[in-house]
Nanobody
Framework: QVQLVESGGGLVQAGGSLRLSCAASGRTFSTYAMGWFRQAPGKEREIVAAINWDGGTTHYADSVKGRFTISRDNAQNMVYLQMNSLKPEDTAVYYC?????????????????WGQGTQVTVSS
C-alpha cells in the first residue's frame, strides 16, 4: 500500500502561483496512476488532474487547463501540481490520490490511497 502526504498549500493572491507536492512511500508507487482532487466548502470533491504511471498521459479538469500542470518523479517518489494564474474559485482542500490505472483515478470513487489534504486559499 502506498502512503501519501501532501504539502505546499497556503494563502496566495489571485494571479499568483503555488506548487503542491505529494510524497509517497511504498514499492508500488512507480506503478500507480496518481491524481489531484479538491473539495471546497459545501461542494463535492472534484478531480483536478491525473497522470499515469510513467507520466506519459495526463488529464485535466476543464477549469484548470492551461493553468495547472501535474508531474511526477518516480525516482523521488513525488507527484507535483504546479498551479499558476490562481483564481479565488481554486480555493479548496487539495488531496493527492493513487490507484492502479489512470481510468480509476479519473473515475474517482474509493481509490486505494489518499493523502490527508492541504489547504489552498486564493484571495481576490
Amino acid at each position: 500500500q502506498v502512503q501519501l502526504v501532501e504539502s505546499g498549500g497556503g494563502l496566495v493572491q489571485a494571479g499568483g502561483s503555488l506548487r503542491l507536492s505529494c510524497a509517497a512511500s511504498g514499492r508500488t508507487f512507480s506503478t500507480y496512476a496518481m491524481g489531484w482532487f479538491r473539495q471546497a466548502p459545501g461542494k463535492e470533491r472534484e478531480i483536478v488532474a491525473a497522470i499515469n504511471w510513467d507520466g506519459g498521459t495526463t488529464h485535466y479538469a476543464d477549469s484548470v487547463k492551461g493553468r495547472f500542470t501535474i508531474s511526477r518523479d518516480n525516482a523521488q517518489n513525488m507527484v507535483y501540481l504546479q498551479m499558476n494564474s490562481l483564481k479565488p474559485e481554486d480555493t479548496a482542500v487539495y488531496y493527492c490520490a493513487g490507484d492502479r490505472t489512470l481510468a480509476y483515478i479519473i473515475a474517482g470513487g474509493k481509490l486505494e490511497s489518499w493523502g490527508q489534504g492541504t489547504q489552498v486559499t486564493v484571495s481576490s
